[in-house]
């Protein structure tokens, strides 16, 4: 490890005693002052959650019809202003415009350099023109025959077109499906597959440290490939919109495939918002669960946008003169919360960087809050132990003294990372939000509120208004202070998931069965005796690599999907810098030799399957996997042999002690 490298030690928070009170000056000019004000508007959004979010819904978004009743609830089925009737982009765009937010900065948009040395490209756009782009664009889509209600697959790199296409679909009462850029061709196909969709919205390439990610290529592959009984997977495609980013050389299918450019010369700017029920679709984003494949959380309109605006002006004390950085890649929730429509809603400028915070040298973020004068940084924990990593030289070569706020999301964040932040970026005066969220939650959940919540290094602290979280025991009573146990939500609140995309029972099974009456979140948590709640991790079978959740039985099925693969499982173990890093056991078929080609032949096989972001750290290749008389792989064994700690508990039950010792003795 170079000089600078410190060690970074993940795993001792739950000792931590640090209090952090918002700063006195903060405080004053922010929305929220005092931890009293906060509690009585909690308590009070809780007494009477009807009333509370009827107010804000009407306070907030403008509604081209009102609705009749607040919140219809059939567990697990919520419904939000029934009968109310708005349109997502017409209150992200239409209602600055003849205001003085109309000629503010919406986008401001920094690129990748294509040659390091070289600054990147540069946009501004303000609201007014991103109306304009976003109605064109609307028209471009309607053009390619996308309706009302259906879907549209986009497949962006972080460019203000990533922006511009989902606010399009808003627009026409179309539903988007963001798609990570880092996921592969098969990934894409999956979520055409199971969401029907009938465009797909790419481009040519988007720059990565220089290199070119062939996006469109992807997309033609994609749409080439069959499910296991031979059915083509994405069918239902019948147009491909390219944008040209990167200028790589890509084929364009006639009669399929047309250029973003070119439709713009045939449309006009002119495009009326379409009026939306409260609880039409607005988005299907997928995420990892506990098992198979992955699930198409459903987003909806009114409930969805209250929530986001309302958190984004609260937990970042928006104020007119911010400009705030979300550094999440839209095809994550978080940028599409926190990136577009949150800030939009409440006419405020959105930084938006295409790539990676190291390119081309690790001052990338510092160099770009200097330039703009970033005041809210919002960013996830691995990002800033990577920071740490690289050394405080390169934030200190910076003028950060106009950040006034910081954020944090996706993991728990660990002390050291924690008081880094705050003293190396935050100049010791900013406040820390570590926002507790998910995509099923749609935004932000549990959060200090910056001019009104003591800190303490590691704790996402108290809910957000409305939102009733709760630690429960395996029975679903609550568990003393101090004493852990799983963390569910109690009561539906406006941005909750709606449902999996055609998949009411998976939906019922994933997040309502396990604990009677309650939302469960997958986590694990305790609440401190001032009712602070520390998450603690996942509970199921999902890890956070990297503020990524992936889901080992997805990792699982891509590796048995490699014809030299018998049976494989896989876990996690700790990380300094990801948090969490994947480790694969893995059973070769007979005759096949395990050796280093089949390792990288694996590791590249799942970057195909899923995606690079889910390639397993390690492979480890064993004679059988260990398993109990009933035939289940003893994970709990296979997470102490990862993480190199010796073996504990009962292993009576084995089939096999020697698989064991061959697993823990050697690497292959
Ligand atoms: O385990 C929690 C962790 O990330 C999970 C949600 O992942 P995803 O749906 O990909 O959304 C990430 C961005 C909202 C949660 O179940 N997580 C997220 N934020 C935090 C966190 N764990 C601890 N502290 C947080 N602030």
Redesign the pocket.
Known sequence: MPANEKPVNITSYLQEERVFPPPKDFSKRSHIKSLAHYRKLYNDSIRSPEAFWGRQAKNELVWFKPWKKVLQWKEPFAKWFVGGKLNVAYNCLDRHLNTPTANKAALIWEGEPATPGKPGEERTITYKQLHREVCQFANVLKRNGLKRGDRALIYLPMVPEAAVAMLACARIGAVHSVVFGGFSAQSVADRIHDSQARLVITADGGFRRGAVVPLKKNVDEALTLNDERGNLLAKTIEKVIVLRRACNEVHIEAGRDVWWHRELDRVDAHCPAEKMDSEAPLFILY??GSTGKPKG?LHTTGGYLVHVKLSTRYVFDLQETDLFWCT?DIG???GH?YVVYGPLANGATSLMYEGAPNFPEPDRFWRIVEKYGVTILYTA?TAIRAFMKWGVEWPKKHDLSSLRLLG??????NPEAWIWYHETIGGKRCPIV????????GG?M??PLPGATPTKPGT?TLPFFGVLPEVVDDKGNPVPRGSGGKLVIRKPWPSMLRGLWGDRKRYQEAYWSEVKGSYF???GCRQDKDGYFW?V??IDD?L?VA???IGTAEVESALVSNHKVAEAAVVGRPDELKGQALVAFVTLKGGVKADQSVRDELRNHVAKEIGPVAKPDDIRFAEALPKTRSGKIMRRLLKQIAAGTEIKGDTTTLEDFNVLARLSSSEE
């Open positions: 995420t990892s959380i999440a994550w929730v978080t919360s924990p944090t999301v996706g993991e728990p964040i570590d926002t507790w969220w998910q995509t099923e939650t932000i549990i959060t996402a979140t997958g986590d998450i991790g996942r999902v956070n503020g990524h959740r």
